[in-house]
């Protein structure tokens, strides 16, 4: 399935930003004013995309350390050619199942509009929180599925696009979250105009600093 995902990416890289340039904008926009980034928190993006979520955090917070990942060499690409004034970030090619980083290494780690693409959402999830700090944070944003219309594109894609995974409801979502062992703090869902909701969740992993602090 990643091939399949990384071969359609590599192909529609060149107009992506310019065909779903209102969805990403608004969808963006939204994340990054939910995710209220202190500068200086290093943040890991995962499935970056072109980039764009990282452009717009340096145009306000131009030191923000950040890494995106993604399968898509061509959209990383131009991810790279978008952020090339901003030393502090940098883009990586890699799958979430299997992310190139040492256990707590990051204060946030997100995710935009690629939830729907895992294909096992518990293994991402896991691998997300194992580069977390223990008092780091998850901020995730996808398609919500308890809107009929996400049900449609959902019974579709399934059918004609190879690429599609699964999308889910936001009660669906959060028991993975609790399964692998975060916490929610927060969560709403939201439109971009009559044909996209989405949810935007935040949670912390639970325990880890405690086990921290009795292995000290
Ligand atoms: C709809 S785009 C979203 C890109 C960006 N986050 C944004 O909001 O504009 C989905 C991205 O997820 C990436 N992706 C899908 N599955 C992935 C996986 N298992 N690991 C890393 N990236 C993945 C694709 O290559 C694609 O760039």
């Not at 594109?153 to 409801?169: G, I, M, S």
């Not at 979502?173 to 935040?202: C, D, K, P, V, Y």
């Amino acid at each position: 399935m990643e091939t399949t995902v990384r071969q359609q990416y590599n192909q529609i890289a060149a107009v992506y930003d310019r065909v779903w340039s209102r969805y990403i904008s608004k969808s963006l926009s939204f994340l990054k004013d939910w995710a209220q980034l202190t500068s200086t928190s290093s943040v890991l993006d995962v499935a970056c995309g072109t980039g764009t979520f990282e452009h717009l955090v340096l145009l306000e917070q131009p030191t923000q350390p950040m890494i995106g990942i993604d399968l898509s060499e061509n959209m990383l690409e131009i991810a790279r050619q978008k952020c090339c004034a901003y030393p502090t970030v940098s883009f990586q090619r890699a799958s979430v199942a299997a992310l190139p980083f040492a256990d707590r290494s990051f204060d946030v780690v997100v995710s935009a509009s690629a939830f729907h693409y895992f294909d096992d959402p518990i293994v991402a999830l896991i691998e997300m929180r194992r580069v977390l700090k223990p008092a780091g944070e998850l901020v995730i944003l996808d398609w919500c599925k308890d809107d009929w219309l996400c049900r449609l594109y959902d019974f579709v894609l399934k059918r004609f696009d190879p690429a599609h995974e699964q999308c889910y409801t936001q009660a669906e979502f959060h028991r993975f979250l609790n399964q692998t062992g975060f916490q929610i703090q927060r969560a709403t869902r939201f439109r971009i105009g009559l044909a996209w909701e989405l949810m935007i969740s935040s949670a912390k992993p639970i325990g880890s600093s405690d086990r921290d602090q009795e292995s000290v």
